[in-house]
């Protein structure tokens, strides 16, 4: 049976359980011609492409070592005019960014791209997908990374400084330090201000 008859849209159901389900099923008991037939879904009709992209990151997510040959299908996505697609995109990304960083990290000017117009939820993966490149090895992305935190949404800056904090190196431990105290003074949410002063003290430590 072709796994897109298991899909959400196949089954006729509004929720994400059957994709979630069919990510674990897969994960457990890989199938390459199922995951191909996946990220060939991706190019097909917006319901199908939105539950194959669901499918594909959640696997990902739980075993990126069967997704990471399909990461030039996902960078494709990336430039889809589809809401949903370019973030579920980017996640799939994010999950398989450690495996392959030299392709993701040539793909970065299209990634940043598609953050900057999309969703919070497209800047949030690009944010991580920079911190995966850094603790891959690509330390010429910790400026960009820095960048995206000195320019944080206020809802957003306690978790981008929180993701950026363990692969910021030596070489930008200060201007990273310098960024957290200059916004922390401008947050009022005794929560957000404790998040930011518990990575301060970490520096200082």
Request: charged share 25%; hydrophobic share 50%.
């Amino acid at each position: 049976m072709s796994v897109l008859n298991r899909l959400a849209s196949a089954l006729g159901r509004n929720d994400e359980r059957p994709n979630v389900e069919l990510a674990e099923a897969l994960a457990s008991k890989p199938d390459a011609a199922g995951i191909f037939e996946l990220v060939a879904a991706l190019t097909g009709p917006v319901a199908v492409s939105n539950d194959a992209i669901k499918v594909l990151y959640e696997l990902g997510a739980r075993r990126p070592d069967v997704v990471a040959p399909h990461v030039g299908a996902f960078l494709t996505l990336v430039g889809s005019k589809n809401n949903r697609n370019v973030w579920g995109a980017l996640q799939a990304v994010e999950t398989v960014t450690e495996l392959v960083p030299d392709e993701v990290a040539a793909a970065l000017p299209q990634i940043i791209a598609a953050a900057d117009k999309g969703s919070v939820i497209a800047k949030d993966k690009a944010v991580q997908i920079l911190a995966r490149l850094a603790a891959a090895g690509h330390g010429e992305v910790v400026p960009m990374l820095l960048e995206r935190v000195r320019e944080a949404a206020p809802n957003q800056f306690p978790m981008y400084a929180e993701i950026a904090a363990p692969v910021i190196d030596a070489a930008h431990r200060q201007a990273f330090r310098d960024i957290l105290e200059e916004r922390v003074i401008h947050i009022d949410a005794p929560a957000k201000k404790s998040r930011i002063e518990k990575v301060l003290r970490r520096l200082h430590g």
